[in-house]
């Protein structure tokens, strides 16, 4: 086994609490928040008008406890248009990719101070993370057409092919899980990267499935909690501490795969090695890699 998860999560927690997460945290909460109010604000003009259609299509009129629920105007909304709001969540997300890429970039390498070469081909390697992540949730859709499209003639046949779209997205999210520390560490494309990314998790992808797991698990588990403890200070709190916690289970969440990249990419290494070094430290994935695949 090339991965050990617990090592992982373990180093991920001890480089997330640094001063380069600290630093990564503080830019996604930024991002989190001003993403968080234009969506808001978006959601509070958009759903007057939803609420009008469905009583304006609705057979009989529509509860009052629904559309008064409905109106309840989201804590953190601001009076700006649609248009801008939706412009808005569209360049912060731009702006969140080019953070990850430089969060991923940061543990990947043994930097703790800085926040390691945050400058280098930055736009190239945005470009390329949301290349991959159009590609990935493109081919996501695609395996689901089939059922969607079968659904109108067989629903047990639109079920068990869905099931099989499932499996097969599961298997692709599972070899394509590193595609953007390759990118961060490498410079690349997208293609490349989900190609190279498959190659790395070959043979590993029970492994990666279990950190997967873990990490789902975690922040299903703080979100969870968080939200029953910031909700219990009113609706304004309540979306201020799940920015918090968002971004701190981004920065944790980026600093875990890191060390789970290097561990894979050292076993790599040392199983195309053919000739014997002396100084193995970079290919132990249990010891600091002081010379970074960047």
Do not use: C
């Amino acid at each position: 086994m090339s991965l050990d998860i617990g090592d992982a999560l373990r180093k991920g927690l001890d480089r997330s609490t640094e001063r380069n997460g600290a630093i990564l945290f503080a830019l996604l909460f930024v991002l989190q928040a001003v993403s968080t109010v234009a969506s808001q604000s978006a959601l509070s003009r958009l759903l007057p008008r939803l609420i009008q259609r469905m009583q304006e299509a609705a057979p009989e009129p529509i509860p009052p406890e629904v559309t008064q629920a409905m109106e309840r105007t989201p804590p953190l909304a601001v009076p700006i248009p649609v248009e801008a709001a939706v412009a808005l969540i569209l360049v912060i997300m731009i702006f969140e990719q080019a953070v990850l890429v430089i969060s991923d970039r940061t543990f990947i390498s043994d930097a703790t101070e800085r926040l390691h070469e945050p400058k280098r081909w930055l736009g190239w390697a945005t470009v390329s993370s949301i290349g991959a992540v159009i590609f990935i949730y493109a081919l996501t859709f695609l395996l689901f057409v089939p059922a969607w499209i079968v659904s109108f003639v067989s629903l047990p046949l639109a079920i068990l092919l869905g099931l099989i779209a499932a499996v097969i997205g599961l298997f692709l999210g599972l070899s394509f899980f590193f595609f953007r520390q390759e990118i961060a560490a490498e410079d690349i494309g997208p293609v490349e990267a989900l190609t190279d990314s498959w190659s790395l998790v070959k043979g590993d992808r029970f492994e990666v499935f279990g950190l997967i797991i873990l990490l789902s698990f975690i922040t299903f588990v703080v979100n969870f909690i968080s939200g029953l403890l910031f909700g219990l200070f009113g609706r304004v709190p309540e979306a201020v501490g799940t920015i918090v916690i968002t971004s701190a289970l981004f920065v944790f969440s980026s600093a875990v795969a890191a060390q789970a990249y290097r561990q894979l990419r050292a076993a790599k290494r040392n199983e195309g090695s053919t000739e014997a070094d002396d100084s193995t430290d970079d290919l132990d994935p249990n010891n600091e890699w002081n010379d970074p695949p960047l």
